[in-house]
Nanobody, 124 residues
Framework: QVQLVESGGGSVQAGGSLRLSCARF????????MGWFRQAPGKEREGVAA????????YYTGSVKGRFTISQDNAKNTLYLQMNSLKPEDTAMYYC?????????????????WGQGTQVTVSS
């Protein structure tokens, strides 16, 4: 079983920045593809960004391209999401996820392991 623990959420003004972290426990970090997802009240869970361990390829949903950056530090078993130029519509609970399976749809929320989430609130 893989355990994931997110941190770094908080409240920020529009245009500000936050960096989310996801620590992974229980297995080797490089054996899993990783992703960040978010869910606002009353909305479906949305894939924000993903990264593949094989070649480091990254994927982003259109609304965050150019503003968010996903990265990983394998030595520290930690995943990051750098969020810049934040907008009120980015407000959501953000979740880290991991999965050992290959997929052709990186932002699909069908991941095997999930963290408990960290809240991000952006005010105008």
């Amino acid at each position: 079983q893989v355990q994931l623990v997110e941190s770094g959420g908080g409240s920020v003004q529009a245009g500000g920045s936050l960096r989310l972290s996801c620590a992974r426990f229980g297995s080797a970090y490089t054996m899993y593809r990783m992703g960040w997802f978010r869910q606002a009240p009353g909305k479906e869970r949305e894939g924000v960004a993903a990264i593949y361990p094989s070649d480091g390829s990254t994927y982003y949903t259109g609304s965050v391209k150019g503003r968010f950056t996903i990265s990983q530090d394998n030595a520290k078993n930690t995943l990051y999401l750098q969020m810049n130029s934040l907008k009120p519509e980015d407000t959501a609970m953000y979740y880290c996820a991991a999965d050992p399976r290959y997929t052709t749809t990186p932002l699909n929320p069908d991941f095997r392991y999930w963290g408990q989430g960290t809240q991000v609130t952006v005010s105008s």
